[in-house]
């Protein structure tokens, strides 16, 4: 079982950025890591995801402002948010593909004011 600990959301002004971390508990290099969000109202949507050979694949709405990263010694995938609007505000929560074995974090909340 793999937990998957994420940190770094907040409240933040639109224009702002945010650096999203999540920590796999794994001790085996996880093979696709990323991240989805859910707004009220709406169904989870990808943002990001990043391979363990560090291919990624970014939502339309996600690219030229977000960057995925990470880090296979820590089993920590980064989102570095830049330029956010209020549109943005979700929870965001960390995904981990380990051998087709799909695991989520317990989310954490961005929130972009106007």
């Known amino acids: 079982q793999v937990q998957l600990v994420e940190s770094g959301g907040n409240l933040v002004q639109a224009g702002g950025s945010l650096r999203l971390s999540c920590a796999a508990s794994?001790?085996?290099?996880?093979?696709?890591m990323g991240w989805y969000r859910q707004a009220p109202g709406k169904q989870r949507e990808l943002v990001a995801t990043?391979?363990?050979?560090?291919?990624?694949n970014y939502a339309d709405s996600a690219k030229g402002r977000f960057t995925i990263s990470r880090d296979n010694a820590k089993n920590t995938v980064y989102l570095q948010m830049n330029s956010l609007k209020p549109e943005d505000t979700a929870v965001y929560y960390c995904?981990?593909?380990?051998?087709?074995?799909?695991?989520w974090g317990q989310g954490t909340q961005v929130t972009v004011s106007s």
């Open positions: 794994d001790i085996f290099v996880i093979n696709t």
């Open positions: 990043i391979a363990s050979s560090g291919s990624t």
């Open positions: 995904y981990a593909n380990l051998w087709g074995a799909v695991y």
